[in-house]
């Protein structure tokens, strides 16, 4: 048996050509003008596309069916996008307004808990790339829930209301998204399945149709996010590429509200002898600075020191919180780890309680750094960075099944 002797191979043929093709197209974006040229930088670019391109089925095809969902996590240390906090876990699962669907699983202890019903996506150049850009109808945070004892939970999707665990739906629902946010290296997340309560046969196998459909989205996914990072958030999200290393101010949109957060993205640019201070004031609610690259992913979380959250952040006598961004250890407990890159972009989020901060920032030469901070500005050893680094390794794990 051979090309051309099944009835829909020729079609077939044609979808994965046409996908190899746009994948091919997409790589050559890693060479774009806001990406460093360096060697480790134009990797990044390609190691965006390669982990993406891992989840790009699974997005596409496996988990697509709302009759028959399944909670996808499409973040974690070995694939980043969309501008993903180190701090966050982030899930999705494609639903629709017709079925009814039952959440159900454990509440961990994270901080921050949110699951959130999407709406249809609006057209425009204004609009991110799928899975993104749906508009927010529905939420419920962790302190809304009504959680058993031993910290279970049912909720539903759906359907007729069924008291404070339920969400409702419309005609355009289109998906759930699901983030939990952490602060503490102890708190560990909910680990929560899904399921569409009538369920009676099962999950009907690909059609040549359905699996030529999932090569066009897996092909406009692998397109859309080489095409619409970092460009997508300087045209849109408020970021700053003409002025860098200074954060714009935090503002909160209406789907930022539903979202239950605000964000400010900072595009820093950081020469071989630069060290650059981020300073804020300490503040109530949960804050989380993450360092990413040019294409908005998340940096090394699992092992470098690129994430802070209020307990793990060492706060000056005077009130503030002191950052240093630089390319090599600086002694001091608030590092902010570059991973030897050039450029890449700084975001700050605010949740829960109180306001976000005003974020002020200094560049300094490197050799100057100890006299640009206070002298009771936390300093650590080298043996101290190492333990830091394994009471990091160690909480991320947990939060992952790695």
């Avoid at 509440?107 to 609006?122: C, K, L």
């Avoid at 969400?167 to 998204?177: D, E, G, I, V």
């Avoid at 300087?234 to 503002?251: K, L, Q, R, W």
Wanted: with cysteine.
């Amino acid at each position: 048996m051979a090309l051309g002797d099944g009835p829909d191979d020729a079609v077939l043929d044609d979808a994965w050509s046409e996908f190899c093709d746009r994948l091919k197209a997409a790589g050559r974006q890693s060479f774009k003008d806001l990406n460093a040229t360096c060697g480790i930088q134009r990797a990044d670019a390609f190691r965006f596309l390669t982990q993406n391109l891992g989840q790009a089925f699974d997005l596409a095809l496996e988990t697509r069916d709302p009759r028959y969902p399944s909670i996808h996590a499409f973040c974690n240390p070995t694939r980043k996008l969309g501008g993903d906090c180190a701090d966050f876990t982030y899930q999705q699962a494609w639903v629709d307004g017709e079925s009814t669907y039952r959440i159900t699983g454990t509440r961990g202890t994270a901080r921050f808990f949110n699951i959130t019903v999407q709406g249809g996506r609006p057209v425009g150049p204004h609009v991110l790339h799928e899975p993104f850009g749906d508009v927010p109808q529905a939420n419920v945070f962790g302190h809304q829930l009504e959680v058993e004892t031993d910290g279970t939970f049912e909720l539903y999707v759906g359907g007729p209301e069924r008291g404070p665990n339920w969400l409702p739906t419309t005609a355009t629902t289109r998906k759930l998204f699901i983030r939990q946010g952490f602060d503490s290296w102890d708190e560990r997340p909910g680990l929560l399945r899904i399921e569409r309560v009538d369920m009676a046969a099962p999950k009907p196998v690909p059609t040549a149709a359905a699996m030529v459909e999932a090569m066009r989205w897996a092909g406009d996914f692998v397109t859309g996010l080489m095409t619409s990072w970092p460009e997508f958030p300087y045209t849109y999200g408020g970021v700053d590429s003409e002025h860098p290393n200074c954060f714009p101010a935090v503002e909160a949109t209406s789907g930022d509200v539903q979202r239950g957060r605000v964000a400010a993205n900072m595009y820093w640019e950081l020469g071989p002898d630069d060290a650059l201070i981020v300073e804020f004031d300490a503040h109530d609610g949960l804050w989380m600075i993450t360092n990413m690259g040019a294409f908005f992913t998340s940096m090394d979380f699992l092992y470098r020191p690129v994430s802070y959250t209020p307990s793990r952040t060492s706060v000056d006598s005077d009130g503030k919180v002191r950052l240093v961004l630089a390319h090599d250890d600086p002694a001091v407990h608030n590092w902010v780890d570059t991973q030897g890159f050039e450029r890449g972009n700084l975001t700050y989020r605010h949740m829960l309680e109180g306001a976000p901060a005003v974020l002020s920032t200094r560049l300094v030469a490197r050799g100057e750094l100890d006299d640009a901070l206070p002298l009771d500005t936390n300093r650590i050893t080298a043996s101290e960075r190492t333990a830091q680094m394994w009471e990091r390794f160690t909480a991320v794990r947990a939060r992952f099944p790695l």
